[in-house]
Nanobody, 128 residues
Framework: QVELAESGGGLVQAGGSLRLSCGASGLTSAIKSMGWYRQPERGQREQRELVATIGVAGNTQYAESVKGRFIVSRDGAENTVDLQMNSLKPEDTAVYYC???????????????????WGHGTQVTVSS
């Protein structure tokens, strides 16, 4: 089990910047990557899309729509992941969710468990 606590978000004008932060607790030793996803509104889980992720080796992945504007960073010792969002556009308006992807060996049977844990989401609104 991994618990994720997000902070940041809010209302900003187009062209502005915001920073999201997320801290993980619990089974943090099993975390393989952390990152951020977004969906237009709460309750629209099927429209959740990747924004940016970062692995334990520092490898990153970005959505095409945010490349060059957003930067994802991680502090492995503190189990935190940040998303610096610059040059924000109205189309970036969404609920942003912190994600932790874990991989762990189940002691009882030796099987490998993989799963995703999510934060509660934080609203980002960009006005034109």
């Amino acid at each position: 089990q991994v618990e994720l606590a997000e902070s940041g978000g809010g209302l900003v004008q187009a062209g502005g910047s915001l920073r999201l932060s997320c801290g993980a607790s619990g089974l943090t030793s099993a975390i393989k990557s952390m990152g951020w996803y977004r969906q237009p509104e709460r309750g629209q889980r099927e429209q959740r899309e990747l924004v940016a992720t970062i692995g334990v080796a520092g490898n990153t992945q970005y959505a095409e729509s945010v490349k060059g504007r957003f930067i994802v960073s991680r502090d492995g010792a503190e189990n935190t992941v940040d998303l610096q969002m610059n040059s924000l556009k109205p189309e970036d308006t969404a609920v942003y969710y912190c994600n932790a992807h874990i991989q762990a060996i189940v002691p009882e049977n030796g099987y490998t468990y993989e799963g995703d844990f999510w934060g509660h989401g934080t609203q980002v609104t960009v006005s034109s």
